[in-house]
């Protein structure tokens, strides 16, 4: 490409965008399906229900340690589908570049999503491109969406945990979120955190394979694990109850949290999920998830009791009990 810059005549409808997405989108994201050229894709009858998700991603900065923007726009759809049991099919991506931008920036960008789509094995397969006036966006947006199919016989559904079921999570959690307000913040650590953020499809396909009755599970991003469970709590209408020393935090983590004064449990995550499953099936589900890369760290966090529902409690490692409530604020704002 001649220029280096995305100039407005980028997004016009005319040559230069024909240019910008010929010479860097395509080449990036090729597949069948988009080397047809249509307005649309087109998938064969499938067998199971149809799982459809979207997200927009206003992350800045748009790198961070272990990731940017566009490999987490890739894996947070994703993982979006998979919480809900579904097998991903393919992504859409819908991109607003400020004028400005530079073309470098936005090779490097769409390369990241191109390396994350393919080693998930979940193409691309169409997209949209806009771009704005200097000031009409910060550097580059991106929305991306999925769809996915559940096979008969999954209904994993927010409002079916029941009193007594075991919460597992995958992963350990904080470290999207402390990599990210590291860099914001120009805070560098002796061992440096790095995102979490991958996709988790595969893990969740091998967890129903070991136990087809999983009631619930979601993603911990935006909101971080507090959030998620006083969501869970409340659409279940059971109450929660976590062990803090349970709880997978590293080290640097925790160093990060208490250097700039945030608590991990509402820290957002980009590669862990948390599920409620029946107690009976606790054990073989971790050692299932351990077996994987995405479930190294899986662990039994707590159970859902029925007293006080809605509510979210910790046992604290002191011997204490805190409650966690839904957070109030935004402690990391555009994190996703």
Do not use: W
């Amino acid at each position: 490409m001649k220029h280096t810059h995305i100039l407005l005549a980028h997004g016009s409808g005319g040559a230069m965008m024909h240019d910008l997405i010929n010479d860097l989108f395509l080449p990036a994201f090729d597949n069948a399906e988009l080397r047809k050229g249509n307005d649309q894709a087109v998938f064969e009858k499938q067998d199971g229900r149809l799982a459809f998700t979207t997200d927009s991603y206003v992350v800045q900065p748009l790198f961070f340690p272990g990731g940017c923007i566009g490999d987490l726009a890739v894996h947070g759809t994703i993982n979006d589908l998979a919480v809900g049991g579904a097998m991903p099919l393919g992504l859409s991506v819908g991109m607003i570049i400020e004028e400005g931008l530079e073309i470098d920036t936005l090779r490097r960008i769409v390369q990241a999503m191109h390396t994350a789509a393919r080693d998930a094995g979940v193409p691309i397969v169409t997209g949209d491109t806009k771009v704005v006036e200097r000031g009409g966006c910060d550097k580059l947006f991106i929305n991306t969406a999925g769809i996915g199919v559940i096979p008969d016989g999954v209904h994993i559904d927010g409002g079916s945990a029941r009193p007594g079921d075991a919460i597992l999570l995958s992963g350990r959690i904080g470290e999207h979120g402390i990599a990210v307000m590291s860099e914001r913040r120009g805070v560098r650590f002796s061992t440096p955190v790095v995102t979490d953020s991958k996709p988790l499809h595969r893990l969740v396909q091998r967890m129903l394979a070991v136990c087809p009755d999983i009631r619930v599970m979601r993603d911990p991003t935006r909101g971080g694990l507090g959030a998620t469970l006083n969501e869970i709590a409340s659409q279940s209408t059971v109450g929660i109850e976590i062990n803090e020393e349970a709880l997978p935090i590293t080290a640097e983590v925790q160093g990060a949290c208490d250097l700039l004064g945030l608590d991990p449990l509402y820290l957002a995550n980009e590669g862990a999920l948390v599920a409620f499953v029946p107690e009976t099936c606790a054990d073989a589900l971790l050692h299932a998830m351990r077996a994987m890369p995405e479930g190294e760290y899986a662990c039994h966090i707590g159970n859902t009791i029925a007293d006080m529902p809605g509510l979210v409690r910790m046992k604290t490692g002191i011997g204490g009990t805190r409650v966690i409530a839904m957070p109030s604020g935004e402690m990391l704002p555009r994190i996703c």
